[in-house]
């Protein structure tokens, strides 16, 4: 099992849907949590950082949290084709003391117009 | 500057050569990390700098890879008798504080590295 499991996709959605990105971690007592967008030969982006049980909104993004579940997700609202793009969760394990990422795969997003 | 900095952008290295790749974090920030991204993958932690102690290289593939911050700002990554498995970019992300405050990574732009 790997530490950290996204879908790699790709998930297509209408231009203005809702798209709804998940993930999965292995350590339960992990302690941040961050999605960071890619596109295509760039460097990841931060978008979103979490770190306590709920939902967090900045703008069309919310993430949400459930550490019992071990599960963190992305909401992207009213999606654009200029969200297509790769997202990866990363999530900074709580056996770290050295903060270093464990990153998923990444999930490959595609808004058609 | 304004964001993390890494040169090359792209290099090309025959099996074999060494190569050296730099990164220039934003500056003031004492965490600097590297991370080898494969095609298709996310990427994945090579080593850990806080200033210039280099407290985790728990990721480096094999003893040919090294990498050093002697003044605790500029960091090289370099790679010796360079193999084809080699080939990938290479992320250099920074923070701004010590590894334990769970302060977001910010990402270079990366190198591009392809063994022949």
């Known amino acids: 099992q790997k530490e950290v499991e996204q879908n790699s996709g790709p998930l297509s959605v209408p231009e203005g849907a809702i798209a709804s990105l998940n993930c999965t971690y292995s350590?339960?007592?992990?302690?941040?949590f961050f999605w960071y967008r890619q596109y295509s030969g760039k460097s990841p982006e931060l978008i979103m950082s979490i770190y306590s049980n709920g939902d967090k909104e900045d703008g069309r993004f919310t993430a949400q949290l459930n550490k019992a579940s071990q599960y963190v997700s992305l909401l992207i609202r009213d999606s654009q084709p200029s969200d297509s793009a790769t997202y990866l969760c990363a999530v900074n394990m709580g056996s770290s003391n050295t903060g270093k990422l464990i990153f998923g795969q990444g999930t490959t997003l595609q808004v058609k117009p | 500057g304004a964001g993390v900095s890494q040169s090359p952008r792209y290099k090309v290295a025959k099996r074999g050569q060494d190569v050296a790749l730099r990164c220039d974090p934003i500056?003031?920030?004492?965490?600097l990390f590297w991370y080898q991204q494969a095609l298709g993958q996310g990427p994945e932690f090579l080593t850990y700098f806080q200033n210039e102690a280099q407290l985790d290289k728990s990721g480096l593939p094999s003893d040919r890879f090294f990498a050093e911050r002697p003044e605790g700002s500029v960091s090289t990554l370099k790679i010796q008798r360079t193999q084809q498995e080699d080939s990938a970019v290479y992320l250099c992300a920074s923070s701004l504080l010590t590894a334990g405050s769970n302060q977001p990574q910010h990402f270079g732009d990366g190198t591009r590295l392809s063994i022949l």
């Open positions: 500056s003031g920030h004492v965490s």
């Open positions: 350590d339960r007592v992990s302690q941040s």
